[in-house]
């Protein structure tokens, strides 16, 4: 059974810094390419970014270009997305996603707000 548990979300003045987590379980991850994405309210999920099997290949939308890294380590079954100079409008949840078996975690709350 595919799991994905996201950690990290919360409360961040903007200009700050949040790393999420995403750990996988189910399935083999390495083998496995990842995504983030994210739903603010009222709006659509957009793809925030992308990375292959390996890590070698990476992929961003481009509200969040050099912003946002995204990176995973094989070993533990997790993908990670470090969010920098967060902005109001990164206010959303996040969500991990295995494009391969089509799951989707729960999602983490970030909001950005002084």
């Known amino acids: 059974q595919v799991q994905l548990v996201e950690s990290g979300g919360g409360l961040v003045q903007p200009g700050g810094s949040l790393r999420l987590s995403c750990e996988a379980s189910?399935?083999?991850?390495?083998?496995?390419?990842m995504r983030w994405y994210r739903q603010a309210p009222g709006k659509e999920r957009e793809l925030v970014a992308g990375?292959?099997?390996?890590?070698?290949?990476?992929n961003y939308g481009d509200s969040v270009k050099g912003r946002f890294s995204i990176s995973r380590d094989n070993a533990k079954n997790a993908m990670y997305l470090q969010m920098n100079s967060l902005k109001a409008e990164d206010t959303a949840v996040y969500f991990c996603?295995?494009?391969?078996?089509?799951?989707w975690g729960q999602g983490t709350q970030v909001t950005v707000s002084s």
């Open positions: 996603y295995a494009p391969r078996y089509n799951s």
């Open positions: 189910g399935f083999t991850f390495s083998r496995t390419a």
């Open positions: 990375i292959s099997t390996t890590g070698d290949s990476t």
